[in-house]
């Protein structure tokens, strides 16, 4: 980006400073972030002084029209370098980008491992690119107070395609819940039409079917009884194994199943608040938290859930799956893939299917909040560029257009795909998500695109979430597609000096959390001890956390109803 005060030089200075930051204090790094920027040239009546600042932008641009830069512009970038397809700057996306949108991107890198980190150090210190990638809602919260990112919520009133599709999708209540004590937000999410479902469990449908067994078990305790029936027949394997526990038990799976218990869990856990209708209650000190405990408690005691799938790494996990030691494991639509794989590597005789998620004891439910996804944060430096303007234009057609959101996902119709109508069909020679699995090209990694820095998780519309799911990922969308997608609570957005207070209650709360709830399920405390467990919680300052969350809630209400 051409910016006042800011050349090329000093950028590329800035770019070798970045990548020789080492270990440095975070916190005292965020606080010292440069002083908030862009509230001088907003008029009284909100709208943003562009004067001096429309270099290269479009004069006429709205929803359907194709952005194209007036003259040749470059955006700083920080871009988060996966492993699976690491950065070609020869990529193709990036040429058609140069040569139809007149952009290109000055490239500060971090590789994925190291990415939260990198992107917290060079935050606190000032010196983000402009364009901040790969950042999920929530993650932009522990910046704002620096005033290092531009509160996006000023700014995506000059962003047609984006005000379109929360028009259309209805998307102002999830939006809500991104909104700081200042009543603003300061990521640019990425938008899904639709929820999409990923994540179920993975059965040996062969087991299943020579058993007589349903691939739909309506309720938990339907499938439990199925997990009876498999233990009774084969007793020397466990009907289910699990995975995702390096950071707590089985988070992942108790994320997709704690909603049917009315309750949220694993990846789910968040802030560890309930809103019960009237006010915000602890989630691990609840009924409902108890309920999904005891079921998975259940498993365990009858020799149904292997007790390892609570300390075991992923790799183990699915080892025993996929050997045939067990018959049932957690997945997402691109795990089983993997699952598959491994069973061909073993030579084991097994199929697989993913079937829906049963309901639960709290009725047949899917988790809120999940139409907003990955998307990027702004430096809020770019409101002194002159091509500020047209950074809008540019990032508004890329990731909320349909064109840009198919272009990012797809590549070029007629190079890298065809399209029919609705349908799309990769080339014959590119692989890409499980799709021509043994072409010799990748849509990723040789093309650069359906990449999470530039694709906001691989969909929008409906139709394009959907463009490159295999068959069976299709029919389990279809079959989930009935559960009830539960309602998001209130906004509760707290001050920093609130959040400062509430980080040191959230961190021993939960950890204290899931180290019982792994007690609880492994037998190793009995669940007769709840009403001490939670006392212990109420010990840790609980009352005092959900003190300051509610009359941040009250608050918010009554400064925004």
Known sequence: MSQQGHSPARRRARRGAILATTAVALGALILSGCSASGGDDVAEGGE????????????????????????????????????????????LILEQLAENQNVSFDFVSAPLAEWDQRKSLVIGAGDAPDIISVTYPGQEVSFVSGGAILPASDFVQYMPNYMDKVEKWDLEEDLDQLRQEDGKYYVFPGFREQPRPEYSFAVRSDIWEELGLSLEPATFDELRDQLRTVKEAYPDAYPMTDRWSANGPIEGTLAFVSPNFGTSAGWGFGEGLTWDGSEFVYTGATDEYRDLVEFYASLVEEGLLDPESLTQDDDQAVQKFASGSAMSIGTNDQEIVRYRTTVEELGTDAEMAMIRVPAGPAGDNFQSGQRLISGFMLSSEVTESENFLALLQFLDW????????????????????????????????????????????????????SNGVWTLAHGSSLILDRSMLREETLEFLDAMESKTVLDPPPPAPLSEIDREQVSLYQSALKDHVYQNTAAFILGQRSLDEWDAYVAELEGMNLPQYLDIVNQAQQRYAEENG
């Open 48 to 91: 943003f002084d562009f004067t001096g600042k429309d270099v290269a932008a479009m004069s006429d641009y709205g929803v359907g029209d194709t952005f194209q830069a007036t003259e040749p512009v470059e955006f700083g970038l920080f871009y988060r370098d996966h492993p699976n397809y690491p950065l070609d700057e020869d990529w």
């Open 398 to 449: 890329l990731y909320y257009s349909d064109e840009g959101l198919e272009f990012a996902k797809w590549g070029v119709e007629g190079e890298t795909y065809t399209k029919d109508g609705d349908s799309y069909t990769l080339n014959e020679n590119i692989t890409a998500m499980g799709l021509n699995p043994d072409a010799p090209e990748n849509l990723q990694a040789d093309y650069g695109f």
